[in-house]
């Protein structure tokens, strides 16, 4: 199947999924950061040979459909595969653990996956490195850059273009927290 189907039939079904779901902040659907996602990861591709950029595409399409919706894993195999419902896993928080253990767990099992997975948790941070809802105390925001710092050194070596990409927004990230 072409790249484009693929997007196509990963957005529709993220469309609907999310389909009541806003950004934090504001009330821009959130098919807004899914896309954000995807283009970053479609930008990277294009800096890493052998990029799987078919799987990558539909994981960041479809990235947070397990953790966000009712959608189960047996849905996604179904829909896009084993390997893309593996990935989507991979990038779910296990909310039956401690808060403070979610991130450092999914970043093993990430881990685990191939690199294009990497790089999909690598951009959906980048994405949301923006600046922040008003709610969000200073505490809060240090909090989140702290956890953007943990994503970038655990997921070194996954790609190097969007290594730098975060780096650069957690310093530019400063400039919510100062």
Do not use: C
């Not at 993220?14 to 098919?31: C, F, I």
């Not at 403070?100 to 997975?117: N, V, W």
């Not at 105390?137 to 956890?147: P, V």
């Amino acid at each position: 199947m072409k790249l484009q189907d693929l997007y196509q039939k990963a957005i529709n079904f993220a469309g609907e999924k999310h389909r009541d779901q806003k950004m934090p902040g504001n009330q821009a659907s959130y098919l807004v950061h899914l896309s954000n996602v995807a283009m970053e990861v479609l930008l990277a591709s294009r800096h890493q040979e052998g990029f799987n950029t078919k799987l990558a595409v539909q994981v960041a399409i479809l990235h947070d459909t397990m953790e966000d919706t009712d959608t189960s894993f047996e849905e996604l195999k179904t829909h896009f595969g084993i390997e893309v419902a593996d990935a989507v896993k991979a990038l779910s928080k296990n909310e039956q653990l401690e808060t403070e253990q979610q991130i450092p767990d999914s970043l093993a099992r990430i881990r685990l996956q191939p690199k294009e997975i990497w790089a999909v948790k690598l951009a959906d941070r980048i994405s949301n490195m923006q600046e922040p809802p008003e709610n969000w105390d200073k505490n809060k925001r240090i909090a989140y850059q702290l956890a953007a710092r943990m994503i970038l050194m655990h997921l070194k070596g996954g790609n190097d273009y969007l290594e730098k990409r975060l780096e650069e927004k957690i310093l530019a990230y400063d400039q919510y927290i100062n």
